[in-house]
């Protein structure tokens, strides 16, 4: 594992992808920023984060013969590492928000954007950025955000957290690479936001509606299950919480 860290960059996802373009990358490959300028979330969402205090990185991984129907595993993996490692902390109530942010005490605490690289139809490699609140304590009053050091009152070492989540990704990326999917979708589900709990919901045109999580699709859509019993899914940006 080769881990480079850099003072300030645009994004670090960007910077690791011209890496994998120009150069053979070792297998978890991991750029590491104090300041990311032009952080990247899902759906070219920005990822505001104050210099010094957070986790900001990327990682490279690469595989063999993954079938890219199959690419929602690489999202189950990269959250279970992360819930792993914050429950190893002690943090509180900490859940996945479908379909890449992790929460703690309800708050946003932690987002996911994976890119993978293609051929034909498989998965050559994913590069899997990861921005974590870690020693922030200050957050725009609209952003519902928490941190590490806001819910256990201590700091937190960012190196060491690093190395524990890498640890924990190779593992949950081995699920992958040795076909035990079925884990990965058990453990992502197990700790799924609101899933199996009535909510009302929104989706991308306005509407209103009751509905209850009940799975996930295998391409990665959300299912929730309406009034009548029946079942919708909905891809990202297609629906959000009341």
């Given amino acids: 594992m080769r881990i480079i860290k850099l003072n300030a960059i645009d994004s ?9 373009q120009s150069s053979l990358l070792e297998n978890f490959t991991v750029i590491v920023a104090k300041k990311q300028i032009k952080g990247r979330g899902q ?8 210099a010094n205090k957070n ?3 990327s990682v490279f991984v690469r595989f063999d013969s993954f079938p890219a129907m199959h690419k929602v595993l690489v999202n ?3 959250s279970i590492a992360l819930v792993n ?4 902390y002690k943090m509180p109530k900490v859940a996945i928000k479908w379909p890449n942010d992790i929460l703690s005490s309800n708050k946003k605490i932690c987002g996911i954007l994976v890119e ?5 139809n498989e998965i050559k490699s994913s590069i899997i950025g990861v921005g974590l609140n870690v020693n922030q304590l200050n957050f725009p009053t609209n952003f519902n955000a928490t941190s590490m050091l806001k819910e256990i009152e201590t700091e937190v070492d960012i190196d060491e957290f690093l190395n524990l989540l890498i640890a924990e990704l190779k593992t949950q990326i081995s699920y992958i690479t040795n076909s035990s999917t079925n884990v990965l979708k058990k453990n992502y589900l197990k700790h799924l936001y609101r899933k199996n709990i009535p909510a009302m919901f929104k989706n991308s045109k306005g509407v209103l509606f ?11 859509k959300l299912q929730i299950e309406l009034e009548d019993d029946s079942i919708k899914e909905f891809g990202i940006k297609e629906v959000s919480f009341v």
């Avoid at 670090?12 to 994998?20: D, G, H, P, R, Y």
């Avoid at 490692?85 to 190893?88: E, G, K, M, T």
Wanted: with cysteine; aromatic share 6%.
């Fill in 12 to 20: 670090t996802n960007s910077f690791l992808k011209e890496m994998a």
């Fill in 43 to 50: 759906m070219g969402t920005s990822w505001l984060s104050e």
């Fill in 55 to 57: 986790l900001l990185c």
């Fill in 76 to 78: 189950y993996a990269v």
């Fill in 85 to 88: 490692v914050l429950n190893s």
């Fill in 116 to 120: 993978n690289v293609m051929q034909k």
């Fill in 210 to 220: 009751m509905g209850k999580i009940v799975d996930v699709s295998s391409i990665g």
